[in-house]
T-cell receptor
């Protein structure tokens, strides 16, 4: 089934450790996004990429980095995890930014706990 | 100021009745899109309905309709004939083309509980 695959599904991590959340899509969408969702709240944008080779900062980028070496993959890295980064992370994609409706296609989420 | 405001943290509705979930937005863009997403307790995000800022007709998708009042900057979701499976969290989102490079901003959500 076409869509977005995130890994890992769930992870418990010690503070200070480095962690990369993986995201792969097979819909050939140009735009990809990383959101975090904290308990009882909506989604906040961490980083985005409108096309391979480019990335941008979202609303809450501090402590996170991304790369977009190709169309399909958009990994999110926590260089040195802190407890406030405990959250559920969603990767999403959409048709080329500015075109189409911009409906977001989401992965199933990665639940990260930083102790 | 919040770009997307959902003022109802929780809503209850009787099965088979209609319910309206409120959403107001704030933007200076002329071109934007409004979305509703559903998040069941299993956690996935499901797209429900889309309304473009230039669309003159309210969007409908099956039992979902979007009551779009552009002058009031509101985009309320109406669910008709509620079903138990509609119990979930619902998020309103806005995609701004001009000032936000096509990125989407989400409200804090409304938890809907459908009572049998």
């Amino acid at each position: 089934i076409a869509g977005i695959t995130q890994a890992p599904t769930s992870q418990i991590l010690a503070a200070g450790r480095r962690m990369t959340l993986r995201c792969t899509q097979d819909m050939r969408h140009n735009a990809m996004y990383w959101y975090r969702q904290d308990l009882g709240l909506g989604l906040r944008l961490i980083h985005y990429s409108n096309t391979a080779g480019t990335t941008g900062k979202g609303e809450v980028p501090d402590g996170y980095s991304v790369s977009r070496a190709n169309t399909d993959d958009f990994p999110l890295t926590l260089a040195s995890a802190v407890p406030s980064q405990t959250s559920v992370y969603f990767c999403a994609s959409s048709e080329e930014a500015g075109e189409g409706t911009g409906e977001l296609f989401f992965g199933e989420g990665s639940r990260l706990t930083v102790l | 100021a919040q770009k997307i405001t959902q003022t109802q943290p929780g809503m209850f509705v009787q099965e088979k009745e209609a319910v309206t979930l409120d959403c107001t937005y704030d933007t200076s863009d002329q071109s934007y899109g409004l979305f509703w997403y559903k998040q069941p307790s299993s956690g996935e995000m499901i797209f429900l309905i889309y309304q473009g800022s230039y669309d003159e007709q309210n969007a409908t998708e099956g039992r979902y309709s979007l009551n779009f009042q552009k002058a009031r900057k509101s985009a309320n979701l109406v669910i008709s004939a509620s079903q138990l499976g509609d119990s979930a969290m619902y998020f309103c989102a806005m995609r701004e083309i001009d000032t936000n490079a096509g990125k989407s901003t989400f409200g804090d959500g409304t938890t809907l509980t459908v009572k049998p």
